[in-house]
């Protein structure tokens, strides 16, 4: 089975700052996706960004990048140039690549960004 | 493009009464839908998931259910409500050939 760590509860950032969130996962599957979402008070599940396993390169979404790790099996989010609007609960998540594959959400990191 | 709709936005029942919350999506055809359970201060656990009308599956045995009466319709019940069935519930959905899933805005469900 497969499951998702996120080690870090709680975080806490100034604007302008850099900020990376970790995740680790466990699986034996070598296709799946993993993603990081948003939640911010609202509690409005948000996409931030996608990663594939089979691609080599980091994704990246503006100021939210990845250091993707196949083999040691971590996914952290780098959030440049902190902004309070960033201020929300992270999640990350797995999900192989078959249809109907549901997401598999680590239990997340509350991020304050503060001025 | 694609608009994911979820009510009511927040519920209060007693204890033992029964439940229906819903799900629908606009502007796809055959979405896989899913109902997840978020705790208070915690991640999102999968209820139940669907690949077509009338197709559903559960992953945690309780005493709630869900139907697919509709391509884009998902619905969870309960013919009795327990305490521990409060929580925030989000219904999604996502493109068979993709994987990213798309969120509603959620159910702040309360049991008394």
């Known amino acids: 089975a497969q499951t998702v760590t996120q080690s870090q509860p709680e975080m806490s950032v100034q604007e302008a700052e850099t900020v990376t969130l970790s995740c680790t996962y466990d699986?034996?599957?070598?296709?799946?996706?993993l993603f990081w979402y948003k939640q911010p008070p609202s509690r409005q599940m948000i996409l931030v960004i996608r990663?594939?396993?089979?691609?080599?390169q980091n994704a990246t979404e503006n100021r939210f990048s990845v250091n993707f790790q196949k083999a040691a099996k971590s996914f952290s989010l780098k959030i440049s140039d902190s902004q309070l609007g960033d201020t929300a609960m992270y999640f990350c998540a797995f999900s192989r690549r078959q249809a109907g594959t549901a997401l598999i959400f680590g239990k997340g990191t509350t991020l304050s960004v503060s001025s | 493009s694609q608009t994911i709709h979820q009510w009511p936005a927040t519920l209060v029942q007693p204890v033992g009464s029964p439940l229906s919350l819903e799900c629908t999506v606009e502007g796809t055809s055959n979405p896989n839908l899913y109902w997840y359970r978020q705790a208070a201060g915690r991640g999102l656990q999968l209820l139940f998931y669907?690949?077509?009308?009338?197709?559903i599956s559960s992953e945690v045995p309780q005493n709630l259910s869900a139907s697919r009466p509709q391509d884009r319709q998902f619905i969870l019940s309960s013919k009795k409500l327990l305490l521990s069935d409060s929580g925030f519930y989000l219904c999604a959905w996502r493109e068979p050939s993709y994987n990213e899933q798309f969120f509603g805005p959620g159910t702040r469900l309360t049991v008394l």
């Open positions: 669907s690949v077509g009308i009338g197709q």
């Open positions: 990663q594939e396993a089979y691609k080599q």
């Open positions: 699986t034996s599957e070598n296709n799946y996706y």
